[in-house]
């Protein structure tokens, strides 16, 4: 079993590593332009350089800040709304038609309307990403909810469970697997949303630094921040996969 895990493990850490090697030789050869496809070595060169001048922990730590209090913006009452539709129909009925209606719209496309209502401070762009995270999560929990094998609602409604008991023992732990699928989906799209949102009107953060050394044609510091939003997409994807198996061995 050890040695089939090592191999997958192995597997896995060498593609991308195949991957960054095909570049490093296709563009120091010039089979690539490199100019528009820097070597991953001045890449990371670039990288170490931004982080020893202390402006790559300022663009990080303004864009972590912005990414989390989004995500517990759009997370805390999805959760809530979703686990309601998914209990009672008549909230179902009420949300459904309003979720239906703004799902499809994307986030970026309501941009103009959020400056307006909340400027192009800092609350704009929290905003901005609350509502990204707040569909797939609000549509995942709805649909765990009313995934629940049927046993579970009749035995509780045989021992007359309170609201309180049926939302706490029964809905959120029967809906949590699904639930958590929304929530790993909603972390991706924060961090797409953060990009653009830190395009338009900001002077910090990963989105701004891809921005605007993309425009002064500093290609090296633009893909350092390109490499930034992947590192951050997969060690978050890894947090969340490791809360879930915490929260559910069984799976």
């Not at 400056?115 to 569909?135: D, H, M, R």
């Not at 094998?149 to 809905?171: E, G, M, P, W």
Request: charged letters at 10%; one cysteine or more; a positive charge.
């Amino acid at each position: 079993m050890k040695t089939k895990l090592s191999i997958q493990q192995l597997i896995t850490i060498s593609s991308p590593l195949i991957l960054l090697l095909l570049w490093e030789i296709l563009s120091q050869t010039n089979i690539l332009d490199a100019r528009f496809f820097p070597p991953p070595t001045v890449i990371l060169q670039t990288l170490i350089e931004l982080g020893e001048s202390g402006e790559l922990f300022q663009h990080v730590s303004v864009s972590l800040v912005r990414i989390l209090l989004g995500f517990l913006l759009g997370v805390l009452p999805a959760v809530c709304i979703g686990l309601l539709m998914g209990m009672y129909k008549h909230f179902k009925y009420f949300f459904s038609p309003i979720v239906m209606i703004f799902m499809p719209i994307p986030t970026l496309a309501m941009l103009p309307i959020i400056l307006i209502l909340f400027g192009i401070g800092e609350f704009s762009k929290i905003v901005t990403i609350a509502i990204s995270v707040f569909f797939p999560v609000v549509i995942n929990t709805a649909a765990g909810v009313a995934n629940i094998d049927r046993i579970y609602l009749d035995v509780a409604k045989n021992y007359q469970a309170s609201a309180k008991d049926f939302f706490l023992k029964i809905a959120l732990p029967g809906a949590l697997p699904v639930m958590l699928e929304g929530i790993q989906m909603g972390q991706a799209i924060a961090l797409l949303t953060i990009v653009a949102a830190e395009m338009i009107g900001a002077t910090s953060g990963i989105g701004y630094l891809i921005w605007m050394n993309y425009k002064a044609f500093l290609l090296p510091e633009m893909y350092v921040g390109l490499v930034l939003i992947s590192f951050f997409g997969y060690l978050f994807s890894l947090l969340l996969r490791g809360l879930e198996r915490k929260l559910l061995p069984w799976k």
